[in-house]
């Protein structure tokens, strides 16, 4: 205590474990402080029983023990990633500012109905901070590198650090990531409040960096493709980038050929008047391939039906294309891996005329009516999922999927009709990041003519990846019934979870599955960025919290926003695009929390079976 005497505490009697789930959860003890004075405390912790010095299955980590505290005070701290562009060699860094939780609540509802989401009061932060917040004094930055090593950063409000303006009460410290793979960084302010009393507060970030070796080539070719009216591009990778990227990692030539990237780029045209005109962009999965000349590129396509809508196909013999923002994705954890500004796309004068003769012939100014078609915002449809193809030798099913870490789905199947076909998607106690569980979700599909999924916590996020980017049993749904709920989620974390950076201090235990990039929030929103407004469309999802003030889990409370379910913050929960269907108080993310599961809500999964499509 402040006068330097020792006070005994009582563990909170209430069920409480740190984690996403039960399967996911960490060893933990809570205590509690009645009415604690203001000033500096110590903490001295005593173990009746000698703790073992690894347990069996445990991987390497430097965290023998981890102390967090929590309180209701107003005055809050907020840091954030300086960078996207997660690369070995490059600078990374964070950017810290100490905040009035009151003030801001004050400043959003006179914004309010100017933002839509929690997202943007944030991006619009610096403006809605309270100004009587008092300076900090020391911000430091503790950087765990992939090796173990720890790195203390002193942060700056210099104006020079990757901070704002010198003297703004705004952080900055950056350092250069020397080396791929998992980082965790905690930045730690101390200071004192406008009332003069001492303040410690730290934020807790995970992020992954990768061994950038991909160059973009400054120039692409495209061809058309007469046949499905799509401009086929070619992006050029310069062959040494690729080449090197992969031997490093052991492996051949064979295995560098179809390894797969998330690309985007957008497609611009320049007439002989030199009026510039933006056609559309283009993005997807993408697979390396390799010419007889060795060159490696990655195919991205377009229908040509966004010529015709930008008034620019009847000019095509004498328009110069080029394409702008053009980036590369790793596809584990979307971090960025090349990019480049603009790029001089070569069309052969032998499309050009082929691309005019089929708007010529076929009257395409006539036959587009403005109206945005499937191809040109999914792509060619292929054989298997076309209208008329369904065998309904399997039917249509519900799919029940679970989430991250979770030992099945926690939907009680008898909640849903029978009439639905419900089958359970099973992947236990697994981590996967959004791909490798949208492709798992997508192949236990394949066995059903078509489907719809009613997803838990990262189940919906998956879902939604699937539907993005793979055709899939969820395209046919649309050919007969586009108003009935493709996707259909409870308590998934769209934009991410504080606490989903902290579950290797579990694994170090033999416990937990791990941190997961994608349910971080930088993560999320790396992910989240590809994800099309024409695929959100179709989810509705559904959140719960806690009933005020009675929290659903009092450890993963000392992290999480308020109000939360115990795992998933609401602010965060929130899918931009999407269908907020309302939020339930008293239902927590998982079972062994404060109130009961939200997954097993009768009366709403009742709601969900009668919407799904079928």
Known sequence: MPNGEYKDVTQVGVASFFGLSKQSSI??????????????????????????????????????????????????????????????GEKVGFVSRLYDQKEFEKKKQMLRGTVRNEREFEEILPDALSPKVAPMEVVDMNVVYPDG???????????????????????????????????????????????????????????????????????????????????????????????????????????????????YAELFGKTETGHVVPISFTSGMTYTKRNGEGQYSLKLKLSTKWMVRAGIMSKVKDTEFELRNVYIQDVSVSVPLASRDTIKLNIKNCCRTKMLEHFMNRHEVVAFNGLLSEDMLMGVRPEKYRPGNLTRASGHKLILSHGYCAEGSPFPAEDFNKENNVELFDDPNANRNNDDFAIRLGTFAEAFDSFSVVAHSQGGLASLHLLSYYWSGFDMNEESDPNSRLIQSVGSPYQGTAIAGWGDIGKALNVACGTNQDLTRDGAKLWLSGIPEAARKHVYYYTTSYKDWHFCNVVSQTVLSWPNDGATELKNAGLPG???????????????????????????????SKAAAK
């Not at 692409?220 to 007469?226: F, G, I, L, M, V």
């Not at 079972?591 to 009742?606: E, L, S, T, V, W």
Request: charged share 30%.
């Open 27 to 88: 060893p933990s003890m809570t205590f509690s402080f009645d009415n604690p004075n203001h000033g500096i405390w110590g903490i001295k912790i005593v173990s009746k029983e000698t703790p073992q010095s690894k347990m069996e299955g445990a991987v390497e980590s430097t965290t023998d023990l981890s102390i967090m505290l929590e309180n209701d005070s107003d005055y809050k701290i907020m840091s954030y990633l300086s960078t996207y562009h997660l690369t070995e």
């Open 578 to 608: 999407g269908h907020d269907m309302g939020n339930t108080k008293k239902q927590c993310h998982a079972d062994g929390m404060n109130y009961p599961n939200q997954c097993k809500d009768a009366k709403r999964n009742a709601v969900m």
């Open 149 to 263: 090593k720890e790195h203390v950063i002193h942060m700056k409000d210099d104006g020079k650090s990757q901070d704002e303006a010198e003297l703004d009460n705004v952080y900055g410290g950056h350092f250069v990531a020397e080396q791929p793979g998992k980082y965790y960084a905690r930045v730690v302010a101390r200071g004192k409040t406008p009332e003069g009393e001492p303040f410690i507060r730290t934020t807790h970030h995970m992020f992954t960096v990768v061994d950038e070796r991909l160059t973009i080539n400054d120039k692409a070719n495209a061809k058309y493709d007469s046949e499905h009216g799509m401009l086929e591009i070619d992006i050029h990778i310069e062959s040494d980038s690729i080449e090197n990227k992969f031997k490093l990692m052991g492996n051949n030539d064979d295995d560098m050929v179809n390894l797969k990237f998330k690309a």
